[in-house]
């Protein structure tokens, strides 16, 4: 972890695992990076940017909704693949609830891979279901989870463009379900609220609206559609939440980056209410 001199999220107070409690909601950096076909674009330093911008906004505001200073809500640091793993695990045991930002996909795998987590959501414009024959990578996190865990995988927004049919074949042949875009509004709303652990690649969103991302696809909702769907949800089954694939070298001003910390704010804040 090489975060002891680098700011906590939103000046939330800085602790370890073993002080967390059922009350607590835990952030949670990711330092998971893979090298693939497609340039990292600065994710190795996302949680760093992030970081830095997360001082620029009020954790009060939230359209009323929420104040979050009411609640039990820590910054457990920045951490890599080989520690990410135990440090999810030890706080899941003491029943916070996690959300993790920062980093690419593989993210979701190194996060999740010794938890039962029985069912998964994924918000993504890709399947992520890759044969890993040579090198572990962003695009097959999903295979190599449905490969070790038995778990079933809800695919929310797939859009195809670059989704290979192996892949397609591969999630039929395991029974997994796909809702391919155009999603409505509620049927988001009914895997937010239901599903215990979601994972939220900003490849889901419409390049339009957030194009700092490594493998952006065409279509999807709006940044500002689904942060205020976020808003409008009262509770959630949720006790694990990554924002994965954020690229900020190709942010400029990191405009995608602040609006990114404003969803990550109404994620706290619905996690709060429930």
């Not at 002891?4 to 950096?29: H, L, M, Q, W, Y």
Request: aromatic share 8%.
């Amino acid at each position: 972890m090489k975060t002891k001199n680098s700011p906590p999220f939103f000046g939330f107070f800085r602790t370890t695992p073993e002080n967390v409690s059922r009350d607590t909601i835990a952030i949670i950096g990711s330092k998971c990076v893979s090298r693939s076909i497609h340039p990292l674009f600065g994710q190795h330093k996302s949680t760093e940017v992030l970081r830095k911008l997360s001082y620029e906004l009020c954790t009060h505001n939230l359209q009323a909704r929420t104040s979050l200073e009411n609640h039990d809500i820590v910054d457990l640091g920045d951490f890599k693949p080989s520690e990410i793993t135990r440090v999810v695990a030890e706080t899941l045991k003491r029943g916070a609830k996690i959300l993790v930002i920062g980093g690419d996909h593989t993210t979701t795998y190194y996060a999740l891979r010794n938890i039962d987590t029985q069912h998964l959501t994924i918000f993504d414009a890709h399947l992520d279901l890759e044969e890993c024959s040579e090198k572990f990578h962003h695009g097959c996190i999903a295979r190599k989870l449905l490969e070790e865990n038995k778990l079933s995988i809800n695919f929310i927004g797939l859009r195809g463009y670059s989704t290979l049919k192996d892949e397609i074949e591969f999630a039929e042949l395991l029974k997994q379900r796909i809702i391919p875009w155009p999603v409505s509004r509620e049927t988001m709303r009914f895997f937010i609220s239901r599903s215990k652990f979601i994972s939220i690649d900003l490849d889901f969103l419409s390049p339009k609206s957030f194009p700092a991302v490594r493998v952006p696809e065409a279509l999807g909702p709006d940044v500002d559609s689904f942060l205020a769907l976020i808003n409008s949800i009262e509770s959630t089954s949720a006790i694990y939440v990554d924002v994965v694939e954020y690229a900020p070298e190709i942010d400029p001003g990191y405009s995608n980056g602040k609006v990114l910390l404003q969803l990550v704010l109404e994620i706290l804040a619905l996690l709060a209410r429930s």
